[in-house]
């Protein structure tokens, strides 16, 4: 006999339902409104947190990049 601790098992069912038809709702939506690609972007410290990377080489990488012409979207700091 298969337990289910306390029903963890059917909250996990119904939390994977529910997240199944929120994603479909928001990839119906993108669709009427073609918005359908999706680029994510990061700050430099999210960046310089993920694995292997240290905000040095984060920091060296994105000069070499403006230095080649790369231009960044930055956001507006302070009263615009």
Known sequence: MK???????T????????LKAM??????????FNQTEYYQTFTRNA??????LSRRIVEQAIKEMED?????NK??????
């Not at 337990?3 to 098992?9: A, H, K, L, Q």
């Not at 956001?75 to 615009?80: I, Y």
């Open 23 to 32: 994603s479909q709702d928001i990839e119906d939506q993108r669709k009427e």
């Open 68 to 72: 080649d012409g790369y231009q960044f």
């Open 3 to 9: 337990r289910d601790y306390g029903g963890v098992g």
């Open 75 to 80: 956001k507006q700091v302070g009263n615009v």
């Open 47 to 52: 960046v310089a947190k993920l694995p292997k």
């Open 11 to 18: 909250i996990a069912l119904r939390a994977s339902a529910l």
